[in-house]
Structure formats: C-alpha cells, structure tokens
C-alpha cells in the first residue's frame, strides 16, 4: 500500500515518533513558561501570529540544541541568550538554571527527578514498521484526507512545442463581480504574517467542501481542488459555461512568485472545449510564448491505459493582464483543452510534480534495500521550520584500508531548493537510479567518491505548493552565507555539512538542481576562477557534459559570471569556501532546442538521464588519461578566443591576442545570467524585522539617557556593564558582516 496513507490513518492513535519527541518538548516549554496545566500545544495555538515581537522573546532555547553539531556553537547559544536576558528583563523572558541544561529534561509529574534525553533514534524518519512520517504543514493550512498519487510513464511519441497561430484569443478578465467563485482557498496569510507552528495534517478539525454543490447528473460544473501536496490553487471563478478563470496562491507569508501551479479538477465532460486562464502569474516572459504546453493528467487513462503526465492544450497564449492594481503588473497564461472522458478526475501541473511523499516512498524503498542500504546511509541533516525531515545520503564503497578512505574525493549534490522547480528532483532521482545500481562504471564511482547528497532542501515549500519560498518567506538561494540557522535551519546546516566535510578532504564538485523558466534545454552556472594555475578549469565539466548530453545540454547557454547579487547563492558560497566546481544546475521547464530532440518538451526519462549523464562525465572528468581534460581544455581556450574576438568586433575595435589575451577578464566578456535564480534577497525573515525595529528603538532610547549628566561613580559603572551587555543591532544575517556576536541567530523562536 501507499505508505503515506496508513501514517494518515493512524497519526490519531499513534504518534509518530516526532509528535512523540515534540509532546515532550512542548511539556518542558510549559514549565519553562510556568504555565503548568495549561500545556500549550498545536491544537490550542491555531493561530497566526502577526507583529508580535513579545511571542518572539518568550521562546525556549533548550530543546533544540542537541541539534548544535559543536561546542562552540553552544556555548555562543548560551552566551547570547545571557544577553538577551539583560535586554529583555522587562519582557516576559524568564531565567532560568534550567536553561542551561541540554542533557536533563523535566516533566509536570516528575519535576524533582529529571531524566536524561532521549537517545537521538527519536529522530529515526523510517519507522520499525516501514512507514513513513507524514508531512508536517503550517496549522492554517487546510489538507484533504485523500492521497494523490500519480503513475510514472513516459509517452511513446515526441511531445513538440506549441506552434502559435496568431489567432489565439485574448480572453478579458472579468472577475468573479462577472462570473461565479466555485472554488476558493481561505485567505491565505501573505505579507507581514510569519509562519508559527506545524502539525501532520495541517489544520484541526473538519476539512469545508469547498467545491460547489453540483444540482444534478447534468450540472457540469467542474469541482476544483489543490489542498494536497504542493497544490496551490486559490480561487477559481466560472466565467462562462466552460471557462474558468484561475488564480493561484502567491507562496506562504509572502505576497508573490506565482508561477507553480498544480490542482486537480472532477466532473468533466468529453467532446467540448474548456478554457482555463491562470490571471496572477508575475514574470513578464514565459517559456509558454515560445512552446511549451501545460501538464494534464487523467485518472481514468492512468487506471485503464497506463497513461501518465502528458503535454496538453491549445490556443497557448500567454499576455499581460488588462487589470491594474496600480502597483504590481500580472500575467495570463490561457489555455483550451478537450478531456478525453466524462465524469473524471483530471490534473493540471506546471511541471511533473514531486513531492515529499514521493520522495520519502524513495528513500524508503532504499532503506529496505539490502544491498543498497549497504553503501547508502540516510540519515537527518536537521529538521526544517515545519519539522519536517531535511534528508542527507551518503553514498561510497567501504574501503579496504583507512588510506584509502581519507584519499577519496567528495561530490555534494543537492536539490529543491526552490519547491517549485520539481525538475530538479527528477534529475535526482536519475541521477540515484544510477549511483544506487550495480553497474560497473557506479560502483567505480562508489569506489573513488564519497557522494553527499541532500536530495531535498526545502520540504516544507514543496508539501505546501510555494514556487519559490521556505516558510521563512524567503528564498533560501539566497541566505547561503546566513548565521540565523533556526530562521534557515535547511542551508545552515547544509554550508555546515559541507564545511566539514572540506575540513576532512577535497571536495570536487558541488552542483545544485534547479528549474529555469525562461530558457529551453539544460545548462550550468559556475564561477569564474580567478587562479591561472587553473584557468577555464571549471568549465571543463560543464563541456564534457556538454558533449555527454548533445541534445539536452547547451554549453553556450551556460554562464561563469559571479554577480554581486548572487553572493548569497550555493553556487557562490560554496565556490567562496574552496570549491572550484561550484554549480548551479538549470534544467528548462520546457524542453529541447539542440539535435534530435529539437522543439520537443522534456519527459521525465530525459530529465532523469541527465543525472546519469553527470555520472558519466563525472568519469571522464577524473579519467586518470588526462587526455579528454586537455582537448576540453585547449577547445575551451578556443571558444574564448573566438567569443573575444566577436566581442571586439561587435564594438568596432581591432584586436591582437598574441601572447597575452588571456589575461582578459571573463567576467568582461560575459554577460550577466538571468532567470530563475535571478533575483535579489528580501532580506531578515518577516518575523525578525519587527524584534530588530524594537531593539533599535530600545538602543537610541537608551543612549539619549547616556546624555544625561552623571552624578556618582557607581551610576556610571552601572552604565558601562549595561553597555557591554549590549550588542550592537544590524539589519543583517551574513556571517561576514554581522556586528559582534550575531545575537539574532537566537532571537528566532524555538518553532515545532
Ligand atoms: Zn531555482
């Protein structure tokens, strides 16, 4: 059976373990607290909370920390928190010895004989049952009970690009003063809300129907739905009998990156023509302009013929929005589609979902592999904001010798960062296909590397359908460099993971997956390298893949600039701390430009292919015949001249390259990268803004009474140990430009 269905089942009478560890958690939080009897818990806090910097400080501190990989950490935690206590003495912040304990735990019935921790197992994600741990959702989230689950398939013909007419209608949007709502969403918390707790499920109690109630065997109203696993539909207004005009959740406690979609829709009738048109998309150019069809999926072909996900619609068009809010501009995407039966249950996706089910359904049928179990461990890299499990494989042969296992090489991989662009995760799931068979050329890679790969970065933006965001509210790819780890528990401990592992041997490549809206095919992202010892080395890989890969892969589209607004990317970071292949992986939503597959969309076995692909060069890469290197090398070199040539040419300008061009700076010849991971940081956490304002104004408050003249000594040193105790606040969370201590990475609260 699905296993995801019998944890539903059973999440009422059976714990799962984290439910279990969180109970006792929140019974210490009570007593911190003082508020025995009363144990707050996920049932009786639904609610959100908005501008309350009080609930903020009023946080526990101690539960978390068997988390806090070193004792230096700790001791900083610790350290800082005796600082925020002098700050907040007047908030409703307690001290307490307690505090100071990590190992001892306390409960209601038993306060004077404290009990040591549970031992870490607690955190086990696979239980002795095989079953999985249910998602965790925001408690405001409303969840069907119903499981989804699609088959995977691959078409047997080629997909091809929409060509456009030019006669594709424009349909005005009217809006629902002009039509019927027959599908709306709660209002979803955007902008100046912050994410406070989670449960399995999401929302208690009754889940409303919010389909409409159809009047009989001949309304043919279609039922929409998306509260389900990366779903996110908000509203759906009928405009004319078959038309529908759609609007899409903006991503979690913010108030945009619409772009994902996936939702689900029942009662439909074959032989006439639907139009859907989605009215708040916010990119102003879109692979829909040049191709590419949405995703429709039927249940009845999936049940009858064995038919998956496949590319649908007609008269594709995608166009600015006549409405006009006057600050922000949206998009249209318009669509007609024919459904192949009457009384269905049909999809609609962006992009071939994968979701955090899917992948634990993955993981668990690794873990239950006697023979891959052996050379892949899973275990839990940290727990994101929601709880939900951040997953880290390790994947190598044991060695013979203890030489020969310090001598081997590592390569980090990791994946969804951006919850919408499940691309990445089909590229990972080729890419473990292959790492986890018992083919020659991966057991070799088994033998010389040391994989660490995190196959999922951000869980709780995939369950909850956002595009872009964690529920932090932030776009994670770009706080790679941040200190606030309870804020962005996913990247902290993944920088953290890999710092450590560069302290303990070379790490030869690091490649993040992503989806790319704009462009077709797939490409990289590296880092110009600035060492001539190592001139154009990182653009080696890329070319070999290149050549692995012809009809998928574009070396012209990839890109080696570092711009100043990609600092806080994994790219950058990780190429910052030593790694000279640092890449970002962008894999089209579309499809193919390039050879055989020209004008045709991607399938899922060409996505997955790639992660072979990156196997295979990886072999040629480290092919101890350095020949492919060298010939890559010298076409590389090549290329560049040629490309500086043109350069020269475009701008009137004669140029001789003898001897010293390469002494030209890449960055100069490139232009900038564009795209999905193109924009810029928004900055602290919502929820952190507010605390950050207060402490400021605490600040100047407190040195306008420095002002006053002082009369005794003692009133001036009074003063100064105020002062020391006080850190100096900044807007900022990067590690390399924070004040003092980086007191805020304890200001976040202890979230479940
Ligand atoms: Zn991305």
């Keep these: 059976m699905f296993p995801a269905l019998e944890t539903e089942r059973k999440q009422e009478t059976l714990p799962d373990p984290y439910e279990d560890f969180m109970y006792r958690h929140l019974q210490y939080y009570g007593y911190f607290k003082a508020q025995k009897g009363s144990l707050p818990n996920s049932a009786t806090h639904q609610h959100v909370q908005k501008n309350n910097p009080q609930y903020l400080l009023n946080v526990s501190f101690g539960e978390r920390n068997d988390l806090i990989p070193d004792t230096l950490q700790k001791e900083k935690l610790l350290s800082l928190h005796i600082q925020i206590e002098a700050i907040s003495r007047d908030s409703l912040m307690l001290s307490s010895p307690l505090l ?23 955190f086990a ?30 078409p047997p013909q080629p997909e091809y690009f929409y060509q456009p007419t030019g006669n594709e209608k424009v349909p005005e949007i009217v809006g629902e003063e002009k039509g019927t709502v027959v599908y709306h969403l709660n209002p979803v918390p955007t902008e100046g809300f912050y994410f406070t707790s989670s449960r399995v499920g999401g929302k208690r109690g009754i889940i409303k129907e919010l389909a409409v109630t159809l009047e009989g065997p001949e309304d043919d109203t279609l039922l929409f739905e998306s509260r389900f696993e990366s779903g996110n539909l908000q509203k759906a207004v009928q405009v004319d009998t078959y038309e529908y005009e759609l609007t899409l959740r903006t991503d979690l406690y913010t108030n945009k990156h619409t772009q994902w979609f996936y939702f689900r829709v029942q009662n439909t009738r074959k032989d006439v023509t639907y139009r859907f048109t989605i009215v708040n998309l916010l990119k102003p150019k879109s692979l829909y302009t040049v191709g590419m069809k949405p995703l429709m999926y039927s249940q009845l072909d999936a049940n009858i013929y064995n038919i998956g996900w496949r590319r649908e619609g007609n008269e594709i068009k995608y166009y600015k929005n006549n409405t006009d809010n006057g600050q922000q501009s949206f998009y249209c995407l318009t669509w007609t589609i024919q459904f192949p039966h009457d009384q269905d249950t049909c999809f609609f996706a962006h992009f071939y979902p994968y979701t955090y089910t899917d992948l634990q359904c993955y993981l668990l049928s690794v873990a239950k592999n006697p023979i891959q179990s052996q050379f892949c461990k899973l275990r839990t890299l940290c727990r994101s904001l929601a709880g939900n499990t951040v997953y880290l494989l ?12 310090a001598a081997k090489k590592a390569v980090v991989l990791s994946a969804r960062v ?18 986890l068979s018992n083919s020659p050329d991966a057991q070799l890679l088994r033998d010389i590397f040391v994989f660490k790969v995190v196959p999922m970065l951000n869980p709780d933006g995939v369950i909850v359908g956002n595009y872009r965001c964690s529920l932090a509210g932030r776009d994670l790819n770009r706080h790679y460099k941040t200190i606030l780890k309870e804020s962005f528990p996913c990247i902290w401990h993944t920088r953290n993971m890999i710092k450590r592992l560069l302290e303990e041997r070379e790490v030869l490549l690091y490649c993040d997956f992503h989806g790319h809206s704009r462009k077709n095919n797939i490409f990289l992202y590296g880092c110009n390298n600035n060492d001539r010892k190592y001139w154009l080395h990182e653009r080696v890989f890329p070319l070999m893949l290149s050549k692995n890969a012809p009809d998928k892969f574009s070396f012209h589209s990839c890109n080696f600039k570092v711009q100043k ?58 092919d101890p015949d350095k020949t492919k290197f060298t010939q890559c090398l010298a076409e590389l070199k090549e290329l560049l001249q040629q490309e500086i040539h043109k350069k020269f040419n475009e701008r009137g300008k004669e140029v001789n390259l003898e001897g010293s061009w390469s002494d030209i700076s890449l960055s100069d010849i490139e232009s900038s990268t564009s795209g999905s991971d193109s924009s810029l940081s928004d900055g602290l956490p919502v929820h952190l803004l507010n605390i950050v ?6 600040m100047m408050s407190d040195k306008k009474k420095k002002k006053k003249p002082l009369q005794t000594r003692k009133q001036r040193n009074e003063l100064h140990q105020k002062n020391k105790l006080m850190p100096e606040f900044k807007l900022t969370e990067d590690a390399s430009v924070r004040k003092p201590r980086g007191l805020l990475c304890c200001l976040v609260p202890d979230i479940p």
């Design 125 to 154: 994600f696979f239980s002795s049952k095989g079953t999985l741990q249910a998602p965790r959702w925001p408690i405001e989230c409303e969840v069907i009970k119903e499981s989804i689950h699609h088959i995977e398939w691959v």
């Design 693 to 698: 304002d207060e402490l400021n104004q605490k």
């Design 100 to 122: 100071r304990s990590r190992q001892l735990l306390f409960d209601e019935l038993d306060q004077v004989n404290p009990r040591l921790r549970e031992p870490r197992e607690l």
């Design 418 to 435: 951006h919850p919408g662009e499940s691309n990445a995760s089909w590229i990972m799931k080729g890419f473990l296909d292959f790492i």
């Design 394 to 405: 390790t994947i190598t042969n044991p060695s013979p010798t203890p030489h020969e296992a």
């Design 565 to 622: 607004c990609k600092e806080g990317t994994g790219r950058v970071v990780m190429w910052r701390m030593g790694i000279l292949n640092s890449y970002t992986m962008e894999s089209t939503f579309s499809g193919s430009t390039l050879g055989s597959k020209r004008n045709i969309h991607f399938t899922i076995e060409d996505l997955k292919s790639l992660g072979y692909h990156v196997c295979d060069t990886l072999l040629d890469f480290c």
